[in-house]
C-alpha cells in the first residue's frame, strides 16, 4: 500500500462543477472544492463561516435594492416596490416616496445618482428624478429638460416615412397641422414637434393625419415641407430605457421605440440636448448599427464609454468626446439579457456583466496589446452555481461579488484580479434572495421568507440569519421582538453559547435559562467538502483503485466549534481547550493544527474523503488542509 500526503493550502478556485470531476490535471482542481456552501473565501486562500443576516425591517414586497450616497457620512438604503422607495439610513426607516413603477417594472429599472439626486428611468415611465432635499426630505418628481424662450432642448426624431410632410396652417398662433400619412395618435397631445426647426405643442388631435398645435417659435412658412420631427421620447413612443454620467454629460441608450440610439447631453449641461452646429461641448447623437439587432441594455463609464446591447458590447472613444472625433467600435458579441435589468458593476478597472446566457458572468476589461475589450466569462468553472444572475453589486472592502439568481440563491466570487483569484461559493438561507446592494461598505439584500419579504444585512457580529440582538442588565429567560419570525424554528445563541433551538410564539421566544445578551434567529448550514483525490500512484494513476484516508490535519483560525464527516457520519472533533459534548460555555476561539484520525477503504474515486457541515451559530474559519491517503491497486 502506497501512502500520499495531500496538501491543500487554498480554495482560491472555490466551488467548481462537477463536470470537472475527471480534470486532476487542472491548477482549479487543486486550488477548489466539490461544495462550498454559505462560506466566504478570502483573497488568501483560506475561507470562513459567512456572517449572519441582522434583520433591519420587513420590506412592502418583492423589489429591489439601490445604493444612495450623499458623501462619506450620509449613506441610504432605498428599496424600490410596488408603487413606493423607502428609505433606510443606518438601518432605521426615514422616508416613504409614493413611484409610478409596478411591481413588474422594478425590475427593468435603470438608475445614476448625481449628488443628491438620483435619476431612475424605465422605458414605459417618464423619467424621474428622486431629489434628498434634508436628512428625512425626499422629493420625486419628472425630469425637466432645458428650456430657453419657450424652446425646449431636448432629443427629437422623425418615427415617419422620409416623404412623409406636415403642412401648418399659418406661421403663428394656434394651427393646424396637415399630415401626408397618418401620424398623429390621442397620446401626441401636450407633445412638442419641430417643423424646419421651429417647435409647436400640439393641443388635440382630430385623426392620423389631422392636430391642432400651439405655435411656440415663429414657423418659416405654410409650404408643406419633409422637414419635421417630434419629440423623442413620450408617451407615444416611449422614453429612455438606460443611463449613465460619462465626461460631464449625461448619457442616455435608448427608448422604448428607438432602443439602438445614444444620445450624449451638452457638455456641463446634462439636460441640455441641443444638438446646434456640432461644436465641441454640444450635444452628441447617433444610432448604433450593425448587422444584427443592438437594443441598448446598459450604459457605463469606465476607460471608454461602454454600451451593453441585446446583441454585443461596444466602445465609444474620444478624447473628449465630442461630435467630431467619437467613434464606435463592436468589441465582443455576447449581449445582455432583455427581461431585466441587472447593472454592470467595476472591478479593479474590468466591467462584470451579465450576458444573455444564463449561465455566465462576463468581464469586460480592456486589453493594452489587442488595443481592445475582451469578455471572459468568470464562470466557466462554475457553471452550476450561476442560473439567470437579477441582481449584482461588489463588496470591495472584501473582494466579494455578489449575484441574487433567479433561483433564490446568492452567489458569491471573491475576486481579486492582481493573484488571478476567481472562487466562487454559494449562499443559501432560509428563503430566497431577491436583491442585493452594497451600502457604505454593508451589503445588504432583500430576502422573501415564510413570513413576508425583508430587508437584511450582512453582519460580521451575526451568526444567525434574519436576526436579532438583545441585552439586559438582568438576566431573563423571555425575549420578544421577534414577530417577523412568527412560527419559525430559530438557533439561540445565549451569553455567547448555543442553546437549545426554540419556536417563535407571540413574538418572542422563552430560554431554557436566563441569559443576559442573545442572539436569536434562523440558521443556516455551512458546508466544505473537498473534490476527490487526483492521486498519481500505483502504476501511474489512482482512479479505479481503492483509496483509504489515514489522517485529516485542518489548519483552523479563531474557530469556535468543528463538525466534521470522514465517511462515517457527521460528528463533533473536540478541541482540548473546550471539553467534550455541548458547548454550554462561551468556547474560547481556537487557532492551529487539529488532527484527526480516519478508518476505512472506499472503492468508488469519485467521493470526497471528508466534509464539514455544521448549522452551529458560532465562527469557523478554515486556512488550509492535509490529508494522509493510502491507496491499493
Known amino acids: 500500500m502506497a501512502r500520499v500526503r495531500l496538501q491543500k493550502t487554498n480554495f482560491t478556485a472555490g466551488e467548481i462543477s462537477p463536470r470537472l470531476l475527471g480534470r486532476g490535471d487542472l491548477r482549479a482542481y487543486a486550488n477548489g472544492a466539490r461544495r462550498l456552501r454559505n462560506v466566504f473565501i478570502h483573497p488568501t486562500g483560506g475561507l470562513s463561516r459567512r456572517p449572519g443576516l441582522r434583520y433591519v425591517d420587513t420590506a412592502r414586497g418583492a423589489g429591489r435594492l439601490v445604493a444612495f450616497e450623499f458623501n462619506t457620512e450620509q449613506v441610504y438604503l432605498m428599496v424600490f416596490t410596488d408603487g413606493y422607495v423607502d428609505v433606510y439610513r443606518d438601518g432605521t426607516w426615514v422616508a416613504e416616496i409614493a413611484s409610478p413603477w409596478d411591481g413588474a417594472q422594478v425590475g427593468q429599472l435603470n438608475w445614476t445618482q448625481s449628488a443628491d439626486t438620483l435619476l431612475v428611468v424605465h422605458p414605459d415611465v417618464p423619467p424621474k428624478r428622486i431629489t434628498r432635499t434634508g436628512a428625512e426630505t425626499w422629493t420625486l418628481e419628472d425630469w425637466a429638460f432645458v428650456t430657453e424662450d419657450d424652446r425646449v432642448f431636448q432629443p427629437t426624431y422623425k418615427f415617419a416615412g422620409d416623404d412623409v410632410t406636415l403642412t401648418p396652417s399659418a406661421t403663428t398662433g394656434s394651427i393646424t397641422l396637415t399630415a401626408s400619412a397618418d401620424v398623429f395618435v390621442a397620446g401626441h397631445v401636450g407633445t412638442r414637434f419641430r417643423i424646419e426647426k421651429k417647435e409647436v405643442e400640439i393641443t388635440a388631435v382630430t385623426d392620423g393625419q389631422n392636430a391642432d398645435a400651439e405655435v411656440k417659435e415663429d414657423l418659416a412658412s405654410t409650404a408643406a415641407t419633409k422637414d419635421w420631427e417630434e419629440q423623442s421620447f413620450s408617451a407615444v413612443r416611449g422614453w429612455p430605457a438606460s443611463l449613465c454620467f460619462h465626461q460631464d454629460r449625461l448619457v442616455i441608450g435608448g427608448s422604448r421605440d428607438l432602443p439602438n440610439r445614444l444620445w450624449l447631453s451638452k457638455s456641463a449641461d446634462l439636460f441640455n440636448f441641443d444638438l446646434g452646429e456640432g461644436l465641441d461641448d454640444e450635444a452628441i447623437e447617433f444610432a448604433v448599427l450593425s448587422d444584427q439587432v443592438n437594443a441598448l441594455r446598459a450604459v457605463f463609464s469606465g476607460r471608454h464609454l461602454q454600451l451593453f446591447t441585446s446583441g454585443a458590447e461596444w466602445m465609444v472613444t474620444g478624447a473628449p468626446l465630442t461630435p467630431q472625433n467619437l467613434q464606435l467600435q463592436r468589441q465582443t458579441r455576447i449581449g445582455s439579457p432583455v427581461d431585466r435589468t441587472v447593472p454592470p458593476r467595476d472591478v479593479d478597472g474590468a466591467t462584470l456583466f451579465v450576458p444573455?446566457?444564463?449561465?455566465?458572468?462576463?468581464?469586460?476589461?480592456?486589453?493594452?496589446?489587442?488595443?481592445?475589450?475582451?469578455?471572459?466569462?468568470?464562470?466557466?468553472?462554475?457553471?452550476?452555481?450561476?442560473?439567470?444572475?437579477?441582481?449584482?453589486?461588489?463588496?470591495?472592502?472584501?473582494?466579494?461579488?455578489?449575484?441574487?439568481?433567479?433561483?433564490?440563491?446568492?452567489?458569491?466570487?471573491?475576486?481579486?484580479?492582481?493573484?488571478?483569484?476567481?472562487?466562487?461559493?454559494?449562499?443559501?438561507?432560509?428563503?430566497?434572495?431577491?436583491?442585493?446592494?452594497?451600502?457604505?461598505?454593508?451589503?445588504?439584500?432583500?430576502?422573501?421568507?415564510?413570513?413576508?419579504?425583508?430587508v437584511e444585512v450582512f453582519d460580521p457580529a451575526m451568526h444567525v440569519d434574519s436576526g436579532l440582538t438583545g441585552a439586559s442588565e438582568t438576566a431573563q429567560t423571555v425575549w420578544t421582538g421577534l414577530d417577523h419570525l412568527e412560527g419559525a424554528a430559530v438557533k439561540v445563541v445565549a451569553?455567547?453559547?448555543?442553546?437549545?433551538?426554540?419556536?417563535?410564539?407571540?413574538?418572542?421566544?422563552?430560554?431554557?435559562?436566563?441569559?443576559?445578551?442573545?442572539?436569536?434567529?434562523?440558521?443556516?448550514?455551512?458546508?466544505?467538502?473537498?473534490?476527490?483525490?487526483?492521486?498519481?500512484?500505483?502504476?501511474?494513476?489512482?482512479?479505479?483503485?481503492?483509496?483509504?484516508?489515514?489522517?485529516?490535519?485542518?489548519?483552523?483560525?479563531?474557530?469556535?466549534?468543528?463538525?466534521?464527516?470522514?465517511?462515517?457520519?457527521l460528528a463533533q472533533v473536540p478541541f482540548k481547550r473546550f471539553g467534550d459534548g455541548v458547548l454550554d460555555a462561551p468556547p474560547p476561539p481556537f487557532s492551529g493544527d487539529k488532527t484527526i484520525r480516519a478508518f476505512g477503504w472506499r472503492r468508488d474515486g469519485t467521493e470526497s474523503l471528508w466534509c464539514i457541515e455544521q448549522d452551529t451559530p458560532l465562527p469557523f474559519n478554515l486556512l488550509s488542509a492535509a490529508a494522509e491517503v493510502g491507496i491499493n491497486d
Open 356 to 454: 444573455r446566457q444564463g449561465s455566465e458572468l462576463r468581464e469586460f476589461v480592456f486589453a493594452d496589446i489587442e488595443q481592445a475589450y475582451q469578455a471572459t466569462d468568470l464562470a466557466m468553472l462554475a457553471q452550476h452555481l450561476v442560473d439567470g444572475a437579477v441582481d449584482q453589486d461588489f463588496d470591495k472592502g472584501n473582494r466579494l461579488f455578489h449575484s441574487a439568481m433567479a433561483d433564490g440563491s446568492l452567489a458569491t466570487v471573491t475576486v481579486y484580479r492582481a493573484e488571478q483569484v476567481t472562487a466562487w461559493s454559494r449562499q443559501q438561507t432560509d428563503g430566497q434572495f431577491l436583491s442585493v446592494a452594497m451600502v457604505g461598505d454593508q451589503a445588504h439584500v432583500l430576502v422573501a421568507r415564510a413570513g413576508g419579504t425583508f
Open 495 to 569: 451569553d455567547g453559547s448555543p442553546r437549545a433551538d426554540a419556536v417563535v410564539s407571540g413574538g418572542a421566544v422563552t430560554l431554557d435559562e436566563p441569559a443576559g445578551a442573545v442572539q436569536i434567529g434562523l440558521g443556516y448550514t455551512h458546508v466544505i467538502e473537498p473534490l476527490p483525490p487526483a492521486l498519481q500512484g500505483g502504476g501511474g494513476g489512482a482512479q479505479g483503485a481503492k483509496v483509504r484516508l489515514v489522517s485529516l490535519t485542518l489548519r483552523l483560525q479563531d474557530s469556535a466549534a468543528l463538525f466534521l464527516d470522514l465517511g462515517r457520519g
